[in-house]
């Protein structure tokens, strides 16, 4: 293959000519001479080499037809380049062999070696195309890899221009050998072979290697298909090449050609190359959603799809090969942690502001077969959408928990300055603001004055300037006393202009702080976003309803001490006790009711009062540990409390404890003495019981009088004569005692609304049994019952239906002959079985292997007593009943649940 790629320097000097060597697939070509002009004939062995040429071409045409069709797989490109260098060589070879002088032999000689010297190149493309190394193709790459075949085919062209050595070749008189085409053993031709022939070896073990570390049988195979065509050439090149074997008038190539193109299109065909792995492999990483990279032992970049790119920033073609910490900075800790745990995530962030984007990140190691760390696989997705929906979240819990927070903070003891100071800081972070600032309403001026500013100094007014109706944001809401949103402020015709820097360039809002329906002031925020959300506002305008309250108890004209008179007359106006406990369990606080509750007065406090002696001893470990160990800021429950005269009461207890430092440094509370909800639930539960009580008597009642029934229908069959009659008053008197059974069943259950229809049923049968004298043994009875409670309206209807159904079965499933013909029938059985169904419904089933129904029998139209009432009372339970007369008779019902509605 590569011989035919040698090429020559020579160079005539001092008139001497080259020296004529021939060996090679096409360094010789030995043709019989045509007698005049330097014409020449053309040998039959010519013809034969001619037509393996023309075989090969065809061959390697519609492999290169086929690659091209398919040239969106990797490798199907190279491949089919290397398809259209060979075909050309063959076609050319042909039209060289077949030329009848030998101006037009060097004239196809040049346009041959067009293709025969680029096809190493191409297949060293195609090599690392399919090894997984598509990098090192790049055109840049391929130019310099197709410099030196570039300069052999410059100069074959200058020599085969130079008349000297076109006369010379004429002038050659070797009777039936033609001239000889290249001149082999020049310096430039080792150069060429040598170069030639290292690009296929080096293409050749590319693929050698991907035939050993390859993971799928099926990419081993593709790549062997490829290893072995590009091998065959190659081995039958190279003793021709440097004259180690000789044979004039006949070529190797265009045969190891034709063998060589067999065994890709084995590769093609039966291994499917470019129909599935791994172009399907990169098509498939390619399509994606989430970024996927591959990384080899060393960090690099082995594979990268587009999301991933696009996620870093760079191009797929230029990512592969680079060290991914360039590229990702926070990778050497992350793979640390990936070795050491198998996996690892992370949460990456990209850009800024509205282009900021969050990519969850998750890294998993790659062991080679012997267990060996091979490489790593990291998978990107964008969760910035999930990332904003948890900020949003956590933004929301934030703003509520400030808002607890600061409704608890609002009750402590704040001054004046601080308190205000603090309620602008905690609307500002409530709605993630970068500033605010609050006014007051000052009668006496008929205006607003400035006390607080947060966060935009330079942007706001400054504090004591006094703000007219109407004027500004906060002059508009305390005119119209509804909430303001302006999304931009600095372009707002309203604005306030006598400010001391430039306006605020963003979104502002204001909502009117209220006390008793009057606006007391007006709460304004500053966000260096569009708007302000609706959700903003509404928060914004609860957190100043508590605001109005707070500084109305702290007082907006009084001093700090009368503020705090007002705060404990506030408390001291509760129905409840209201307490503050310090650090030490003391407390430092207990209103007027709580000292009337527990029996202490204001003397007993200023000497010291733990807080755990409003607790009887067996609650106060309890209480301390809950409080010292609380992982919330807020505690409730119920405990015992403790008078100071010893007399003891239930109380419900909710606290806000006051975390610093993570340490519990005190905490406010509520204690509702709840002794008379206490009564109230014992008296609900005494009549509970007395109610339970009366209703078990009445079931009871009800089954003895049920009873006294049966007794006299039992009475009065016996006095009858008619066998009919006495028959149908046993059947009435049996009915009375299954209801009388379900309610016997009801009264001695733990619960009155329901019964156990499962162990009923038990009951039924076996006192059915012994109603109709059936001896023990005789029959045998079969259950398969599931303990389910029914309510009474649906027991009812279906104790009735289980009576006369297995009523039925004693009277009529067994004759005398029946029961004397167990050999061909079987024992005697009655089987009954209650269950639920997966759907929800219940299903009764009584069957028996007796002798069936008569075969005129049509259920649906029957005049039997007790078949209509089953039918009666199955549509009562909007149920379905279905009859199997095979092997004896088989009554299934099936019914729904009944719905608590129906229920109550």
């Not at 590319?206 to 072995?228: E, I, N, S, T």
Request: with cysteine.
């Amino acid at each position: 293959m590569c011989a035919a790629n040698g090429s020559s320097n020579t160079v005539f000097h001092n008139g001497q000519q080259p020296r004529a060597k021939s060996s090679g697939i096409l360094s010789v070509s030995r043709r019989a001479k045509r007698p005049g002009a330097g014409g020449v004939t053309v040998g039959w062995q010519y013809f034969v080499v001619i037509v393996a040429d023309l075989v090969a071409a065809a061959t390697m045409g519609s492999l290169a037809t086929f690659a091209w069709h398919r040239r969106d797989a990797r490798g199907a490109r190279p491949f089919a380049a290397m398809m259209g260098c060979g075909t050309w060589w063959m076609l050319t070879n042909a039209l060289y062999l077949a030329s009848p002088d030998v101006p037009m032999q060097l004239l196809w000689r040049r346009v041959m070696f067009i293709g025969v010297a680029a096809a190493p190149v191409v297949w060293l493309c195609l090599a690392l195309t399919y090894a997984g190394r598509i990098r090192s193709c790049r055109l840049t790459h391929l130019i310099a890899l197709g410099l030196i075949p570039l300069a052999t085919t410059l100069l074959h062209w200058l020599r085969d221009a130079d008349s000297r050595y076109v006369e010379w070749l004429v002038s050659l008189n070797l009777g039936h050998v033609p001239p000889p085409l290249y001149m082999p053993y020049d310096v430039w031709f080792v150069v060429h072979v040598a170069y030639s022939y290292g690009l296929m070896v080096a293409g050749s073990a590319f693929l050698v290697h991907a035939v050993v570390v390859g993971r799928h049988r099926l990419h081993r195979a593709q790549a062997v298909a490829l290893v072995v065509g590009a091998v065959i050439p190659l081995v039958t090149d190279l003793p021709m090449s440097f004259g180690w074997i000789s044979l004039p008038g006949f070529e190797t190539a265009p045969f190891a050609l034709t063998i060589s193109s067999l065994a890709w299109a084995y590769g093609l065909f039966h291994f499917r190359m470019f129909d599935i792995v791994p172009a399907a492999h990169a098509a498939v990483i390619a399509n994606l959603p989430d970024g996927l990279i591959v990384l080899d032992g060393q960090g690099r970049i082995a594979e990268i799809n587009p999301p991933a790119a696009r996620m870093l920033g760079v191009q797929p073609s230029q990512a592969v090969g680079e060290a991914l910490s360039h590229l990702l900075p926070e990778w050497p800790p992350l793979k640390a942690d990936a070795d050491a745990n198998a996996e690892a995530e992370m949460t990456l962030t990209r850009g800024e502001g509205e282009a900021r984007r969050h990519f969850g990140v998750r890294v998993s190691p790659v062991f080679s077969r012997d267990g060996q760390l091979s490489g790593h696989v990291m998978v990107l997705r964008d969760v910035t959408r999930r990332v904003q929906l948890e900020a949003g979240v956590r933004q929301r819990n934030a703003q509520l928990s400030a808002l607890s927070r600061v409704v608890i903070e609002l009750s402590g003891e704040l001054e004046m300055d601080a308190l205000l100071r603090f309620i602008t800081e905690q609307a500002v972070q409530m709605v993630g603001g970068v500033g605010g600032g609050l006014v007051l309403v000052r009668p006496e001026q008929e205006s607003l004055e400035w006390v607080v500013t947060v966060g935009m100094e330079g942007s706001a007014p400054p504090v004591g300037r006094l703000i007219r109706r109407g004027e500004g944001i906060v002059g508009r809401v305390w005119e119209s006393g509804q909430p303001v949103v302006v999304d931009h402020y600095a372009g707002w015709p309203g604005r306030y202009d006598h400010l001391p820097g430039p306006p605020h360039d963003g979104a502002a809002g204001a909502v009117p702080v209220r006390w008793a329906g009057e606006i007391v002031g007006v709460l304004a925020v500053a966000a260096d976003r569009g708007t302000l959300s609706a959700d903003d506002l509404d928060l914004l305008s609860l957190f100043a309803a508590h605001a109005g309250i707070a500084i109305h108890n702290t007082g907006l004209v009084n001093s700090l001490r009368s503020s705090e008179q007002r705060y404990r007359e506030l408390a001291d106006a509760l129905p409840d006790a209201v307490f503050e406990v310090d650090g030490r369990g003391r407390l430092t606080f207990l209103n007027r009711q709580g000292r009337q509750m527990f029996g202490y007065t204001p003397t007993d406090l200023e000497r010291g009062l733990h807080v755990l002696r409003l607790l009887v001893p067996a609650d106060r470990r309890r209480v301390w540990l809950s409080v010292r160990t609380a992982a919330a800021d807020t505690l409730s429950a119920e405990y015992t409390a403790r008078r100071r005269d010893g007399h003891t009461f239930p109380v419900w207890v909710h606290c806000v404890l006051r975390i610093t430092d993570g340490r519990t440094s005190g905490f406010l509370g509520i204690a509702v003495d709840i002794t008379q909800r206490k009564q109230l639930e014992e008296q609900l539960q005494a009549s509970l019981r007395e109610k339970e009580t009366l209703l078990r008597e009445i079931h009871h009642r009800v089954k003895n009088n049920l009873q006294v029934i049966s007794s006299l229908l039992y009475l009065q069959s016996d006095a009858m004569q008619d066998d009919q009659a006495r028959l149908s008053l046993m059947e009435s008197q049996q009915r009375v005692k299954s209801l009388a059974l379900l309610h016997e069943q009801i009264y001695q259950s733990s619960h009155l609304a329901t019964v156990d229809f499962g162990s009923y049923i038990e009951g039924l049968i076996y006192q059915l049994r012994d109603s109709y004298r059936v001896l023990p043994g005789t029959i045998s009875l079969v259950t398969q019952l599931n303990h389910i409670s029914l309510d009474f309206d649906t027991a009812t209807p279906c104790s009735l239906i289980v009576n006369e159904l297995v009523s039925n079965a004693f009277k009529h499933a067994f004759p005398a002959h029946r029961l004397a013909a167990n050999a061909v029938y079987g024992p005697p059985e009655i089987r009954v079985a209650f269950c639920s169904l997966e759907d929800g419904r219940y299903q009764l089933m009584v069957s028996d292997n007796g002798v069936g129904l008569p075969d005129d029998l049509v259920v649906e139209r029957t005049q039997s007593l007790g078949l209509r009432v089953v039918q009666l009372l199955t549509r009562q339970l909007r149920g379905t009943l279905h009859v199997d007369g095979q092997n004896g008779v088989t009554f299934k019902i099936t019914f729904p649940q009944r719905s608590r509605e129906e229920t109550a």
